[in-house]
């Protein structure tokens, strides 16, 4: 069965510093993994996804993830966190074979303070 | 180009009554897809449709619960005769295509959600 994994429910960080959240993933094969972030009350934005390739990937608002085979994990990490950044992170993973159906992890809440 | 949209964006009933979660996805999308957030929880699966057809129900409750896409207007969430455990964000998400068609990913735009308060 597919599962996900964030160990970390709430992280503080400094506004500046940066920042690396975690991501562990359970599948049999190859998924797709991707990172949303969730402002309060309001809906998912895309932040980026892994879909095959090259295992470091881009996204957008300056964050990048790495897929890591060996370890089961797509940790996304940002060199310098910006007030803004605060919101709820959600990693997720999509079968390969059908991709419709999202499994979401239980989210990290990100604080930054100045 | 409006984004998914998504009404009421917040709904109270009272235990027993029904609720009518509507959701129109983003001009061109004929795929739409429902999940539950439940409080301090992640987004779990519910339900994927694409217009008049019910794709993947794996994620919905055998009770209580429906969903449909019309081939004209919104796709409902229906939940009947509602108790407090479904008190939780409804999101939903919509793509032009299936996700994974043509051996690429097309991205699945969320809306704002629904939240359900059951008194």
């Known amino acids: 069965a597919q599962s996900v994994t964030q160990p970390d429910i709430h992280i503080t960080v400094s506004e500046g510093a940066s920042l690396e959240l975690r991501c562990n993933y359970s599948y049999g094969a190859t998924p797709y993994l991707f990172w949303y972030v969730q402002s309060p009350g309001q809906g998912l934005q895309l932040l980026l996804k892994?879909?095959?390739?090259?295992?470091l990937v881009q996204g957008i608002k300056g964050f990048e993830a790495e897929f890591k085979r060996s370890q089961s994990s797509f940790n996304l990490r940002k060199p310098s966190v910006h007030w803004s950044d605060a919101a709820e992170y959600f990693c997720a993973v999509a079968r390969t074979n059908t991709g419709n159906q999202f499994y979401f992890g239980t989210g990290t809440s990100l604080t930054v303070i100045p | 180009n409006a984004g998914v949209m998504q009404n009421p964006r917040h709904l109270v009933r009272r235990r027993g009554q029904e609720a009518r979660l509507r959701c129109s996805p983003m001009?061109?999308?004929?795929?739409v897809y429902w999940y539950r957030q439940l409080p301090e929880e992640g987004l779990k699966f519910m339900v994927y449709l694409q217009k008049e057809n019910i794709i993947d129900e794996s994620g919905m409750p055998k009770e209580r619960f429906s969903a449909e896409f019309p081939k004209e207007g919104p796709s409902i969430l229906r939940i009947q005769q509602v108790v407090r455990g479904d008190s939780a964000a409804y999101f939903c998400?919509?793509?032009?295509?299936?996700?994974?068609?043509?051996?690429?990913?097309?991205?699945?735009?969320f809306g704002p959600g629904t939240r359900l308060t059951v008194l």
């Open positions: 001009k061109g999308h004929s795929h």
């Open positions: 892994y879909f095959s390739g090259d295992t």
């Open positions: 998400a919509s793509s032009p295509v299936s996700p994974t068609s043509g051996g690429k990913y097309n991205e699945q735009f």
